[in-house]
């Protein structure tokens, strides 16, 4: 399964060690929420046939699509369905396993197949009169997932979902929000400066007026 899953609570037990402050999900974590969310409803509202196991199937073995992977068969599981991983290429993808072919009979096949996913910084967040607060961080992920029955070809039901979260990691813990999380590890913006010129301009007319009035008195 997915290496960035298995230190997720061990990281933030590590992190959370520090009195008085609370840090914010790693990317991983916040990843892993948005791919609860998208399991969510991927399988709501869609029936299993009561006794037939299901062949979980991905054509792109990843840390985004272990995610996912991992928050179906969960939810599988927890509604009594026997759950079965299988990693095929793209070339197998399409291809049905013989029906019966492990022993119980007519397994369904549930395909799935994450089309974009990530975690990146959107926007530098800015604190008064200057310095940085922290950043604005999204983390998304689309994917799509289609059960069909390989006895017959039958498509039983076939879905999509996108899901998203932002929220804002402080710039002291960029270096903890990239732990642990192994390829998540987004740019962060660089902060400007363009800012800061209309305020020299204003505070260098102000000081010439003073110096004027001053002058004349």
Not at 4 to 23: E, N, Q
Not at 25 to 32: I, P, R, S, V, W
Not at 114 to 126: A, H, K, M, Q, T
Not at 135 to 149: G, I, P, S, V
């Amino acid at each position: 399964m997915c290496a960035i899953v298995v230190g997720l609570h061990l990281v933030a037990s590590a992190a959370g060690a520090r009195a008085g402050h609370t840090p914010p999900k790693t990317h991983a974590m916040a990843l892993d929420s948005v791919a609860a969310t998208v399991a969510d409803d991927l399988l709501r509202g869609a029936s299993i046939p009561t006794g037939r196991p299901v062949v979980l199937r991905s054509s792109a073995p990843g840390d985004c699509l272990d995610l996912l992977t991992n928050q179906l068969v969960d939810r599988l599981r927890a509604q009594s369905v026997t759950v079965r991983l299988v990693a095929v290429t793209l070339e197998d993808s399409s291809a049905a396993m013989p029906a019966g072919a492990d022993g119980d009979g007519h397994p369904l096949h549930l395909d799935l197949q994450v089309e974009g996913s990530g975690v990146s910084y959107l926007r530098r967040i800015g604190s008064f009169p200057f310095g940085t607060k922290g950043y604005e961080r999204l983390a998304a992920m689309r994917a799509n997932a289609t059960l069909l029955d390989p006895a017959n070809g039958e498509v039983l039901w076939t879905r999509s979902s996108t899901g998203s979260a932002t929220d804002l990691v402080p710039k002291g813990d960029v270096v903890y929000a990239a732990s642990g999380s192994g390829r998540l590890n987004p740019l962060v913006p660089r902060g400007g400066t363009r800012w800061l010129e209309p305020m020299i301009v204003v505070g260098v007319v102000t000081g010439l007026v003073v110096l004027f009035y001053s002058n004349r008195n």
